[in-house]
């Protein structure tokens, strides 16, 4: 790897460099496209998350970090969103993409985010940075007959629009916090709010839920549904189902174990899209104490973290788990203790039970009669996104 190659900040200048490496990563922007993609841009550039690698004053690589936070046990999480990874083709295999992702995870340290997440367009490299799978994104498909016959005709349901980012977002998390969910992100009231005005969307509010769908071709698609009754996610599938008449097929970003599934006559298409993401923890103290975790679970164990990447994830650490809330603090410790590295910790505060762990090669150590007591306190519903970015 050239001795010219460094890390820099993405300046507005760079922008027609990055698009050029972009097209040769992902296809080519439409000129429609471009524009909405250059004003997204200089938001990330003007908050210090554009980053990239350049040779000289040529940049060959670059990546930007969402500002969003992820529910865990029911509680909010700061999480840098990594998106739109590129590296010139003739750079890659040099070490460009390495040298890119350990930029990006210190700029998010450094801008205080315990948590990094992305959805891989390859494992490997991930993996050799400390990520590890935290969850999945479902699409499924339904019989749109079936859920115009869901019911709910007593909730009051209205057209919604940007004035109601807000309430969208109070009502997220109202629900979340209620499920304690895992996974789904919260975006900024600005995203929402552009979400909500944009005319190719559909949006309804009920009380206490909402839903966003839209055309996809001569079939529906739901973004997202929020109920916080029965009633009321009868009333907003219903509302979707209503097209039936034109949209044979629902499509819908909602979890595995989404109510919808046991209201539906006919189950889902069994060819459920499904796609996986990668978590990682910046600051591990942080991310445990920000966490939610099972009600009554009680911990305490001792462990030791091996991560080369984020020296300060580093060390023995003991793990107080009690009345929800989780400490980790350093400590000395002795004799056989859990030893993790970053993937392990990553997927353990993901939910992954540790005997999945010990037979994937990514936890050793400490008495496995302690096993059951971890896997209840991360333990919860399986985690998920809704959300692409």
């Not at 550039?45 to 690589?61: K, P, S």
């Not at 009380?207 to 029965?230: K, M, N, P, Q, R």
């Not at 459920?272 to 978590?279: C, D, E, H, K």
């Not at 001792?302 to 991560?307: A, K, S, T």
């Amino acid at each position: 790897m050239s001795d010219a190659l460094r890390f820099v900040d993405i300046t507005e200048d760079q922008l027609d460099a990055v698009i050029r490496v972009r097209a040769r990563s992902f296809g080519p922007l439409a000129s429609d496209d471009r524009e909405r993609w250059t004003k997204d841009a200089l938001a990330f550039i003007n908050d210090g998350r554009y980053v990239g690698v350049a040779d000289g004053d040529e940049v060959v690589a670059a990546a930007r970090f969402w500002d969003f936070q992820q529910w865990w046990g029911g509680r909010r999480v700061p999480v840098a969103g990594v998106a739109g990874v590129v590296v010139a083709p003739e750079y890659r295999g040099r070490g460009v993409g390495s040298k890119l992702m350990r930029g990006v995870l210190q700029r998010a340290a450094d801008k205080g985010f315990p948590l990094t997440a992305l959805y891989p367009a390859t494992t490997v490299i991930y993996r050799h940075l400390g990520y590890e799978f935290g969850g999945h994104r479902y699409k499924f498909s339904f019989r749109a007959a079936d859920l115009r016959c869901l019911g709910g005709k007593g909730v009051a349901v209205r057209r919604a629009g940007p004035d109601d980012a807000q309430r969208f977002l109070d009502l997220v998390a109202q629900i979340h916090e209620v499920r304690r969910s895992n996974g789904p992100l919260m975006w900024p009231i600005k995203e929402v709010t552009e979400w909500l005005r944009d005319e190719d969307n559909f949006a309804y509010l009920a009380d206490d839920g909402f839903v966003v769908y839209s055309w996809s071709g001569s079939d529906l698609t739901i973004d997202e549904l929020v109920a916080g009754s029965e009633a009321t996610a009868r009333a907003l599938w219903a509302t979707v189902g209503s097209g039936s008449s034109i949209a044979r097929t629902v499509h819908a970003y909602v979890s595995a174990d989404d109510p919808i599934h046991l209201m539906v006559e006919h189950e889902a298409d069994g060819d459920a899209w499904v796609q996986r993401w990668m978590l990682r923890l910046l600051d591990a103290p942080a991310a445990i104490a920000a966490r939610g975790f099972a009600p009554g679970a009680v911990l305490e164990l001792d462990l030791r973290v091996e991560d080369a990447d984020v020296q300060s994830n580093s060390g023995d650490w003991h793990l107080s788990v009690a009345d929800g809330v989780g400490r980790l603090t350093p400590a000395q410790v002795s004799g056989d203790v859990l030893e993790l590295g970053p993937r392990g910790l990553a997927a353990l505060y993901a939910g992954t039970p540790l005997v999945t762990l010990r037979a994937g090669g990514l936890a050793k150590g400490g008495s496995p009669l302690d096993d059951a007591a971890v896997d209840t306190a991360f333990g919860g519903s399986a985690s998920y996104m809704l959300d692409s970015f």
